[in-house]
């Protein structure tokens, strides 16, 4: 039949060099590393936040070289 006809060639992933790449992603795609890189670059995020805040809170004299020492120890 003339519809069947239209619809015979599908490409499939040993003949259409992108869909073979998909495929290999796909298979190889471990969402646990994903997770696991997000999570820490969440933490590294939120470390940077607190130490914003707790600056921001300290009012401190930056042009103070020991003020700047004790915080460098601290940190």
Do not use: H, W
Request: proline share 4%.
């Amino acid at each position: 039949s003339l519809i069947s006809s239209q619809f015979s060639f599908i490409p499939t992933a040993s003949t259409n060099p992108k869909a073979a790449l998909k495929s290999k992603i796909v298979a190889e795609f471990r969402p646990q590393s994903l997770i696991d890189e997000l999570l820490l670059y969440k933490r590294s995020e939120d470390q940077i936040e607190l130490k914003e805040k707790q600056l921001s809170t300290m009012r401190v004299d930056v042009c103070s070289t020991e003020t700047l020492k004790c915080l460098k120890g601290k940190a």
